[in-house]
């Protein structure tokens, strides 16, 4: 057994997290799905070996019948309403967002009710009502209306702030955006999870409703490169049955807590 250092530390940190009789949260939230395609199939056929749920982050105006038929009938996979069309509103100089202040607010929401109708229409068995905003990002001018709309979840990345809005974020990002475009280290990524760990389980007594207590796991099928699949495949390893951990189902966090 040659298991490089890091995937020890983890294991060594979630045998620590069963002996104190505690357990730890994970969820997989994937953007960007639209439509059928290679690297769907080889997300999909990875996560049901190693018996996990997704949530698919779905842009509702690129997507349509396609992924319906591919998705019908999968249980474990959750779909989440991804903005509208994943398009840019921000001036060049800005950082890209397709739900800021640059629209009209009326036009934005109108955008995210025919997102959430389309959905639910297309995929009446995994619809779950969160919002994940394009480039993770949403002016909270929007936020007081996303009830009216029927969403009961905001999903960005980073740690959860207090919020008027119920949030299951992600926190620990597979991809090297600015760097490689590949695959981040996988040491770094595996420090991040262990991080995440000592937030989620430093702090029993503060209100649950007001900080996240779940390892959300962000990734992007449509651009991975094996370093990223490798990476996933030895979490998954590590994690799926081991006592420390649960990966819930989209359900389970739009729902519970
Ligand atoms: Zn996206």
Known sequence: MTEEVHWQRLAAELDRIAASGRQVDFWLRDDDAAEPTVALDRLLSLVDRHGLAVVLAVPPALTGEALARRLDGLVHVSIAVHGWAHRNHAPPEEKKQELGAHRPRAAVLHELELG??????????GFVPMLVPPWNRIDKSLLDALPEIGFTVLSVFGPEKPSPFKLANTHVDVMDWRGTRGCRDHASIVADIITRFRQV????????DQKGRT????????????????????????????????????????TAR
């Open 201 to 208: 389980c430093g702090d029993v007594e503060e209100r649950a």
């Open 116 to 125: 959430y109708d389309r959905l639910r229409t297309l995929f009446p068995v």
């Open 215 to 254: 390892i959300g796991v962000l990734t992007h099928h449509l651009v991975h490169d094996e370093g990223v699949w490798a990476f996933l495949e030895k979490l998954f390893a590590a994690t799926s049955r081991h006592p420390a951990c649960r990966w819930l189902a989209g359900r389970e966090i739009t």
